[in-house]
């Protein structure tokens, strides 16, 4: 099938990831489903090939590793896919005090959120322009605005994602590839499992201040296709983004001394 054309997902076996792929599988592209859970990611591609009569490769990795990029790129080439999409989806959240967190842990998320989807761009991009056409989707967070005490790093590497991605959209401008940045606020997927607020999830969907990941990875993909440079799917998720550099530090402090997560 040297006629498809193909996006990559990273994180693509659950959550968000899940849903970018089938959206993706219904209008045609093959998608390579890159992700940890080697299993999960195959029953998704039998899937995907069955309802949609497209291909759906798996890459099982872990992106976390200084290889995963190489691994993807070269998988890409050694196989002649045209890839025109890439969906740096991969997330992880860590629940404890950066002083309490396993080294391992903090090199594991830099890497995930910052390194293998910086360098997935950096390689693919020109793959895009030498075919003409590219779109890439990014994942940020609403939190990339504040610091937040206990799930800080996740926060942090969410603001580089943001940094980066208008930097290279910019430099993209006069090219065939554009960038979205994806800011999304609270999602229902198993990535929130554990936090407080969870216990009123039905009453946040209703009220707006979360989203279904169905509904989320449908508008970000339609943002991206109409090349725009940043989408935030709730509008509650607006007025978050501005308040959140005004919580003073103090109050912070109290809440995470009284949240346990």
Known sequence: MN????????GAASGMGRHYAMQLAEMGYGVLLADINGDAAQDLSLQLSAQYHVPAPVLCADLSQPDASD??????RENGWRVEVLINNAGMLIKTPIEETEPEKLRCIIALHCTTPL????????????????YILNISSISAG????????????????KGYS????????????????????AVDTPLL????????????LRLHFMITPQKATRLALRA??????????????????????????????????????
């Open 3 to 10: 006629d498809v054309t193909y996006a990559i997902v990273t």
């Open 71 to 76: 691994r993807v790129v070269n998988l890409c």
């Open 119 to 134: 360098l997935l761009c950096r390689k693919l991009l020109p793959l895009m322009k030498e075919h003409g056409k590219g």
């Open 146 to 161: 504040m610091d937040w005490p206990v799930i800080g790093m996740y926060g942090c590497t969410k603001q580089f994602v």
């Open 166 to 185: 208008r930097a290279l959209r910019i430099e993209c401008l006069d090219t065939p590839v554009s960038v979205t940045t994806a800011i999304f606020g």
């Open 193 to 204: 499992q554990g936090l407080p607020f969870l216990r009123y999830r039905k009453l946040l």
């Open 224 to 261: 991206m296709f109409r090349r725009k440079a940043t989408i935030i799917p709730c509008l509650s998720d607006r007025f978050v983004i501005m308040l959140c550099p005004l919580v003073p530090s103090f109050l912070l402090h109290m809440l995470a001394k009284r949240i346990k997560l």
